[in-house]
């Protein structure tokens, strides 16, 4: 089997690096964009060449898209567009409801399965590809009744050799857990991140002071803007009413600092202690 993936950066490049340690496939095909980005993913060995999207479209039996989701769209448009009657294409995009209604009646919809490995760090481009990235994290296969079951058969292939869980959900249900959870805590992230930069121009200090937990809370706000703007633009829904949420929360927070309610601060953090049985 040959596999093409459009998008050679941290999960293009981390899924190429496992699969061909897995050996799932006899060739990996890369189409990436900028001539810099292609020539780090050939001499790290993660792809075997580079090609054109055409080039994939002749030779790949499975073609996986990791651009950022804003360009998502048009790209599987243009792949379903073209594929052959046995290809299958998965996308690995942080949002999944804009971009399965965007193609629901296609006639090659069922070659498609949406999924969204739930793994990732704050580094980008295919130098910061890693082995094992997905190990043990979940992966959501979205809406997998309007894909062919051989083709979610074989995304399940795909993401039991990344070692991950596999999730089920409807694509909407999908959108709102990643708001609550996923990107809510990059916009905490870039916000806290802002906050200290602005209250704290001494960079001296910042680098003196920071300690674990300062250097852990703002891990994500070095994230990429190009991959995230888009992510919090199609996810707005969900994400403005989580937003309004932590908001909220935020300002009773500083009425109990600025009231002196100590017990009350205390039984605020307790409820948030209760995270500790979830995520031990
Ligand atoms: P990334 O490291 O920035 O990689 C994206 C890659 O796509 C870059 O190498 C970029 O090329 C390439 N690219 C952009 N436009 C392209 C085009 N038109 N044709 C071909 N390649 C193109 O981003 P990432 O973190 O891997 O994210 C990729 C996808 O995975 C996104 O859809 C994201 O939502 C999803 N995802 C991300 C995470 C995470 O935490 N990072 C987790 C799960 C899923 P250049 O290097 O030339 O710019």
């Known amino acids: ?20 340690a897995a050996k799932f496939c006899t060739e990996i095909l890369g189409v990436g964009r900028s001539q810099q980005s292609n020539e780090t993913a050939l001499k790290l060995g993660l792809v075997d060449k580079i090609v054109t999207k055409e080039e994939a479209l002749q030779q790949a039996d499975l073609i996986i898209l990791t651009v950022p989701v804003n360009i998502l769209i048009d790209e599987l448009k243009y792949y379903l567009d073209n594929m052959q009657s046995h290809q299958v294409i998965t996308d690995m995009g942080s949002t999944k409801g804009i971009i399965i209604d965007a193609i629901q009646n296609h ?16 580094n980008s481009g295919p130098a910061a590809a890693i082995p094992h990235l997905f190990k043990d994290k979940v992966c959501i296969i979205c809406d997998k009744e309007k894909s062919d079951e051989r083709a979610v058969a074989l995304i399940e292939q795909l993401y039991q050799t990344l070692n991950m869980r596999i999730k089920y959900m409807d694509a909407h249900q ?41 250097e852990s809370t703002v891990r994500l706000a070095k994230s990429s803007p190009d991959m995230w703007a888009p992510i919090f633009q ?3 829904l969900y994400l ?15 009425n ?24 031990k």
């Open 1 to 20: 089997m040959k596999v093409a993936i459009v998008g050679i950066g941290l999960i293009g490049g981390s899924t190429a690096i496992d699969l061909r």
């Open 107 to 122: 006639p090659n919809r069922k070659q498609y399965v949406a999924s969204h490995p739930m793994a990732g760090t704050e």
């Open 174 to 214: 999908h959108d709102m857990h990643a708001a609550y959870i996923s990107h809510i805590s990059h916009i905490s992230s870039f916000v806290l991140a802002a906050t200290v930069l602005e209250k704290e121009k001494d960079e001296e200090a910042i680098l003196e002071m920071a300690g674990g937990g300062f």
């Open 234 to 236: 199609q996810n707005k």
């Open 240 to 254: 403005l009413e989580v937003m309004d949420t932590y908001i909220e929360k935020m300002y009773h927070f500083r």
């Open 256 to 279: 109990l600092i600025n009231k002196n309610k100590n017990e009350e601060l205390k039984q605020f953090m307790q409820s948030a202690n209760e995270i500790r049985k979830i995520l």
